[in-house]
């Protein structure tokens, strides 16, 4: 694993020592058990390894003992959200005869597998402490789950609308449009956030703006009825889709890699020392 010299200690006593029978996970193999004294071992990570499995800015690990009784929750919701996207970009791409109307075979992934999971996964993380991927999570919950409502034939939102197009199309249309660009707002703060954390994690947002931006333009030409640009524009949005979930699945077999203990490991690029943390 690589990682810098300096430790983090999840427990406030953390000059005591540490055994040599490590797991990057839980810290060591008896890490629930008590010493001669009454107190536990702490649990010691390295930056990089504390980035990698908890994604939290700056290496701060959190005072407590959760994280040595419960185990990772990020391996969940990065997966949770890579089977929702990963297929949601193939069709703004217009792989295989498939275009943005197919996702609504995806209606169900959104609520369960994208939706279910990433608010799960960030609820556990708001347990452990990590506030930055509590909130990150969740709200990506939020957003696979609304992507489920707006899709589903069952809720039939567009009937709001009327089927011939006119003015009631472009206010739909432009609606969407301003969604997506708070959307590409709110990720591009992610990233600045994620500059504390690592180069994959980086990446994931930094692609995300030009995915939430490619998205706005191409549902703000349909509402001008460029249809022409707008097909261009959201199968660049599903190019840049495309580029997000090949860096996410990376980050993904790293964490899995690092919960159990594999004898290599994948670099994710610690960034905990990329700005000097506040005082």
Not at 7 to 34: P, Q, W, Y
Request: with cysteine; glycine share 10%.
């Amino acid at each position: 694993m690589i990682g810098r010299s300096a430790r983090i200690c999840l427990f406030v006593d953390c000059d005591m020592a540490t055994t040599s029978n490590s797991d990057i996970e839980k810290g060591s193999a008896g890490h629930l058990n008590e010493t001669a004294n009454g107190s536990r071992p702490p649990v010691q990570l390295t930056p990089e390894q504390y980035e990698k499995l908890f994604l939290q800015p700056g290496g701060r690990a959190p005072q407590g003992t959760f994280a040595l009784r419960f185990g990772n929750p990020t391996p969940l919701p990065i997966l949770g959200y890579l089977l929702c996207l990963t297929p949601t970009a193939c069709y703004l791409m217009q792989w295989g005869g498939a275009d943005s109307t197919s996702m609504v075979t995806l209606c169900g992934p959104f609520y369960f597998v994208g939706g279910l999971t990433m608010v799960v996964g960030g609820v556990m993380e708001w347990i452990l402490g990590n506030t930055f991927p509590f909130v990150v999570f969740v709200v990506f919950g939020t957003f696979w789950l609304a992507l489920g409502v707006t899709n589903d034939p069952m809720h039939n939102i567009t009937a709001a609308y009327n089927s011939t197009g006119g003015a009631a199309s472009v206010a739909y249309n432009n609606g969407v449009m301003f969604y997506f660009i708070f959307w590409a707002l709110t990720v591009a703060i992610f990233c600045v956030g994620a500059l504390r954390t690592n180069l994959v994690f980086v990446g994931i947002f930094f692609t995300l703006i030009f995915t939430f931006a490619f998205l706005a333009a191409g549902y703000g030409f349909v509402a001008n009825g460029n249809l022409s640009y707008a097909n261009t524009m959201l199968k660049a949005a599903g190019a840049w889709a495309f580029a997000n979930v090949a860096i996410a699945w990376y980050l993904f077999s790293a964490l899995i890699l690092a919960s159990v203990d594999m004898p290599f490991s994948l670099p994710v690029g610690d960034l905990s020392g990329f700005l000097k943390r506040r005082d």
